[in-house]
């Protein structure tokens, strides 16, 4: 029978270097003094032994926090349902893992922002990842989590912003829409409060405003229950409509299921399109025309200026491209 072998500690790379404890601690962590030939016996050792330093028991000693919270606002906890955040999670949880540092995720309400300041208190907070962000939540971060605090949405002073190119990816779905002879076309907004959604609304009102198109606006909340219920209501106000612009994927699915239960056909009577590029829209019938968001990426970037604490630009903007599909 074998037995599974114990993982060195920091004590047997002392031990094998003939250093104290202390010696080794500042070597491997890269503070403080020690000499040159103390630190090659204490680097030797620790490659011999297979030596990895735990991350979570280092950041306990220094204060620092063994675990990466994102936290996520909305008006209720199913903002935690979304598969977005789905996304963020598990590629925050990707970057921290080889760091042996946790993820948590919790739901700010809406009205009730000052949770932010009770969960950031918890000295267990390594760093901050703000998902749906607003202003209220940004003036909330403690100064202590100033350089590890990132948005992926609006950011501040304080809080740099990773986000994607919501204007650009709606522009070119617009202009898609228009030379493919559209001129009646509507848009189901975003919630009000989520101000990075008001770039897309922006770009859709700047290009109709610029073709001389009047703009046909139903405020929605990126869920395919909204988006069945906006479709209705885009006909009801605009029965000559011939195009419908979804804030999200979710919300263009939810206009088509009722476009077609009604008996409009898509794209035949009205084109709809997307934002996300999300699994499903490749595969729905008819497939959705949309626009690319790497949320993925979009994570892993910011969790990464998280975790380097080191100056990041203000504003990092990942590209959205037109994804072209038979919807519209």
């Given at each position: 029978?074998?037995?599974?072998?114990?993982?060195?500690?920091?004590?047997?790379?002392?031990?094998?270097?003939?250093?104290?404890?202390?010696?080794?601690?500042?070597?491997?962590?890269?503070?403080?003094?020690?000499?040159?030939?103390?630190?090659?016996?204490?680097?030797?050792?620790?490659?011999?032994?297979?030596?990895?330093?735990?991350?979570?028991?280092?950041?306990?000693?220094?204060?620092?926090?063994?675990?990466?919270?994102?936290?996520?606002?909305?008006?209720?906890?199913?903002?935690?349902?979304?598969?977005?955040?789905?996304?963020?999670?598990?590629?925050?949880?990707?970057?921290?893992?080889?760091?042996?540092?946790?993820?948590?995720?919790?739901?700010?309400?809406?009205?009730?922002?000052?949770?932010?300041?009770?969960?950031?208190?918890?000295?267990?907070?390594?760093?901050?990842?703000?998902?749906?962000?607003?202003?209220?939540?940004?003036?909330?971060?403690?100064?202590?989590?100033?350089?590890?605090?990132?948005?992926?949405?609006?950011?501040?002073?304080?809080?740099?912003?990773?986000?994607?190119?919501?204007?650009?990816?709606?522009?070119?779905?617009?202009?898609?829409?228009?030379?493919?002879?559209?001129?009646?076309?509507?848009m189901v907004t975003g919630p009000p409060w989520l101000i990075c959604s008001h770039r897309s609304v922006e770009a859709y009102r700047r290009l109709l405003r610029d073709a001389g198109l009047p703009a046909r606006e139903v405020v929605g909340d990126f869920s395919a229950a909204r988006g069945?219920?906006?479709?209705?209501?885009?006909?009801?106000?605009?029965?000559?409509?011939?195009?419908?612009?979804?804030?999200?994927?979710?919300?263009?699915?939810?206009?088509?299921?009722?476009?077609?239960?009604?008996?409009?056909?898509?794209?035949?009577?009205?084109?709809?399109?997307?934002?996300?590029?999300?699994?499903?829209?490749?595969?729905?019938?008819?497939?959705?025309?949309?626009?690319?968001?790497?949320?993925?990426?979009?994570?892993?970037?910011?969790?990464?200026?998280?975790?380097?604490?080191?100056?990041?630009?203000?504003?990092?903007?990942?590209?959205?491209?037109?994804?072209?599909?038979?919807?519209?």
């Amino acid at each position: 029978m074998t037995t599974a072998r114990r993982p060195a500690t920091l004590n047997d790379v002392a031990r094998a270097a003939g250093v104290s404890r202390s010696t080794a601690s500042r070597v491997i962590a890269g503070t403080g003094f020690a000499s040159p030939y103390a630190r090659q016996r204490v680097r030797t050792a620790a490659d011999l032994l297979g030596y990895r330093p735990n991350a979570a028991a280092r950041a306990l000693v220094r204060g620092g926090g063994v675990r990466l919270l994102v936290a996520v606002a909305g008006s209720s906890p199913a903002v935690l349902d979304d598969s977005y955040v789905d996304q963020v999670v598990s590629a925050t949880a990707r970057v921290c893992a080889p760091h042996g540092l946790g993820v948590a995720v919790e739901w700010v309400p809406l009205d009730a922002p000052g949770r932010l300041a009770e969960l950031t208190d918890d000295r267990g907070v390594a760093g901050l990842l703000l998902v749906n962000t607003t202003a209220p939540l940004l003036d909330l971060v403690p100064q202590r989590l100033h350089g590890r605090a990132v948005s992926i949405g609006i950011g501040s002073a304080a809080v740099p912003s990773v986000d994607i190119d919501n204007a650009g990816g709606t522009a070119a779905i617009v202009r898609h829409l228009y030379a493919s002879g559209r001129r009646r076309i509507a848009m189901v907004t975003g919630p009000p409060w989520l101000i990075c959604s008001h770039r897309s609304v922006e770009a859709y009102r700047r290009l109709l405003r610029d073709a001389g198109l009047p703009a046909r606006e139903v405020v929605g909340d990126f869920s395919a229950a909204r988006g069945r219920t906006a479709a209705r209501e885009v006909l009801r106000r605009w029965p000559d409509t011939d195009a419908i612009v979804g804030i999200s994927d979710a919300t263009a699915l939810g206009v088509i299921g009722r476009l077609r239960a009604d008996g409009v056909q898509v794209p035949g009577d009205v084109a709809v399109t997307g934002f996300d590029d999300i699994p499903l829209a490749s595969v729905t019938a008819p497939a959705l025309t949309t626009a690319s968001h790497p949320v993925r990426e979009i994570a892993t970037a910011a969790a990464t200026v998280v975790l380097e604490q080191r100056p990041a630009p203000a504003r990092t903007l990942f590209p959205s491209t037109l994804v072209r599909r038979d919807s519209a």
